[in-house]
């Protein structure tokens, strides 16, 4: 992989490529599979900087993407589009808390808050090159959430179709609520079996309801 | 005539709930292994636990159908493995268990929001076992109704029902050996190599004193249980939590986007509604494993607590 396609595949985290570079960088990625275990990377990078918990962007997010853009269509295209700004922009990360663990048999903890801490901290060579911080917040463009909820907008109808990916700010409140629940003595059981059935991308049946209300 | 009808009523429901309380020991303490099938959100999933129960519980927990991803858990630490071999460690800081759709009535008393009844017996997975029926009394809560085996207490099946005793959600064990202790390599993950992140601890902390914010007329039972502050000093976002004992709703208010446009959206998946607005240079975002009334009733309710300012802990 070059360091173009790098560059490339950062500069779309950002929503800084046009429709049709998208388009071409995501054909790319469709046919080199070492670019979307690393686009990967870069979003487990930013979610752990900005305290976003989990996401794993499957490998094939560049065919999901691309049949969405060509889905789209032309009198939607600027209410999508924007979706796409809405969706884009923020930093890569500075460094990354990944760390290559091999699992050898049964374990005691692992790791507490205090560890979680310190990985954080370590850097990874393959995105710190690339860091390029910037004030704006962070939406992945696209996802195959392993909470996928998805958002029903006032605005539009199109914007609550099944693939619309949840904004990953209300998948770290749902890890913070039933964390803050739990803690309480609260019901607040962190539902993980969500976090491993498969996508719900194409067969979740979602009961979104769209309001159009302003307040 | 009154007091003779009364008296069986109120033993049942102390029955109800001391059964709800042997639940969450059995699940807690038991060892046993089995397969379930866990419908939600329109959808079917079948999934594996293993569990090995103790001071400090062990369990694996695999998903049958789809790609292959599992999550385990050792004490407080939780590891999520996707197919591809990354996985996600988190410190699961209440300690609850894998199995979904088990309410925690072992911790608070449920009070007067809901009625708890031994509604009738079955059979699931082999087991005979009690029927509990958690009712709430308005349409603000889920209901649940759990099968609990009557040997064991253990938790075989359960539903979560809305206000029209419609199913919402449900899993149930198919297949399931209760005192096996699993083996050692029925504890760990399937794949040797991973490669691991470890999720960011919580930034948030505790208020000290009254919160900022407030939910002037939440529904009848929601009292707040914990007030919390990000860290981030930037874009501080304050977290409230209410419950009744059973159901938990938090609402998020945060400084919203400089381009973000006015809006009030409403999401739901299963038992979990969201729903967010903009207000002024604000962001509200209320979300719990509660009905879509719930939240909107809350998310109108927020306002300015006229009490000193809190600091965070």
């Known amino acids: 992989m070059s360091q173009q396609a790098r560059e490339h595949l950062s500069a779309l985290m950002d929503g800084e490529l046009s429709r049709e570079e998208t388009m071409f960088l995501l054909r790319n990625v469709a046919h080199d599979q070492t670019l979307a275990p690393c686009w990967s990377n870069f979003h487990a990078a930013r979610q752990i900087l900005r305290r976003q918990e989990l996401l794993i962007v499957g490998n094939d997010f560049a065919n999901g993407v691309l049949a969405r853009i060509e889905m789209e269509a032309l009198p939607q295209a600027v209410r999508q589009g924007s979706w796409l700004r809405w969706a884009s922009g923020g930093a890569i990360a500075a460094s990354v808390a990944v760390m290559a663990l091999v699992f050898s048999g049964p374990r005691g903890d692992m790791s507490s808050p205090g560890d979680a801490t310190l990985a954080s901290s370590k850097p990874s060579p393959a995105v710190s090159t690339l860091a390029q911080p910037k004030p704006a917040e962070f939406r992945p463009p696209m996802i195959s959430p392993a909470l996928d909820v998805q958002p029903a907008s006032a605005a539009t109808s199109g914007f609550a179709s099944q693939n619309t990916p949840i904004d990953p700010r209300l998948q770290s409140y749902l890890v913070r609520h039933y964390d803050a629940a739990g803690s309480s003595g609260q019901s607040g059981l962190m539902p993980y079996v969500l976090l491993i059935v498969p996508s719900q991308q194409q067969s979740a049946e979602i009961k979104a309801d769209v309001s159009s209300e302003q307040r | ?313």
């Open chain 2, 1 to 313: 005539m009154v007091f003779a009808l009364a008296g069986p009523v109120c033993a049942e429901s102390a029955d109800a709930r001391a059964m709800l309380n042997q639940m969450s020991a059995a699940i807690r303490s038991l060892d046993y292994q089995g397969s379930f099938a866990y419908q939600h959100a329109g959808r079917v999933d079948t999934l594996r636990v293993f569990h090995a129960g103790g001071a400090v519980e062990r369990e694996r927990l695999i998903s049958l159908n789809g790609p292959r991803s599992e999550v385990i858990r050792n004490g407080r630490n939780v590891t999520c493995i996707q197919p591809d071999g990354s996985a996600t460690v988190y410190v699961n800081g209440s300690g609850r268990g894998l199995l979904p759709l088990v309410p925690d009535a072992s911790s608070r008393p449920l009070g007067d929001q809901y009625d708890v009844s031994i509604s009738g017996s079955d059979r699931v997975a082999g087991y005979l076992a009690d029927i509990v029926d958690v009712t709430p009394r308005d349409a603000f809560r889920y209901g649940y109704r759990l099968w609990l085996d009557q040997g064991t207490r253990l938790l075989l099946r359960s539903t979560v029902l809305d206000s029209e005793k419609r199913v919402l959600e449900q899993f149930m064990f198919v297949s399931l050996e209760i005192g096996k202790l699993p083996d050692e390599t029925e504890l760990v993950p399937g794949q040797r190599e991973l490669k691991t992140t470890a999720a960011a601890a919580s930034d948030e902390a505790e208020l000290r004193g009254a919160s900022e914010w407030r939910v002037n007329k939440p529904p009848t039972g929601f009292a707040l249980v914990s007030a919390r502050r990000s860290g981030l000093a930037e874009k501080p976002t304050e977290h409230l939590v209410y419950s009744d004992g059973l159901a938990s709703v938090s609402i998020y208010i945060e400084p919203r986007n400089e381009n973000a446009a006015d809006m009030t959206t409403m999401a739901g998946r299963g038992t979990l509604n969201i729903y967010t607005y903009t207000e002024g240079d604000l962001r509200y975002t209320v979300l719990g494993d509660v009905p879509v009334a719930t939240v909107t009733a809350m998310a109108r309710s927020i306002g300015r607590n006229t009490q000193p300012r809190a600091e965070s802990r």
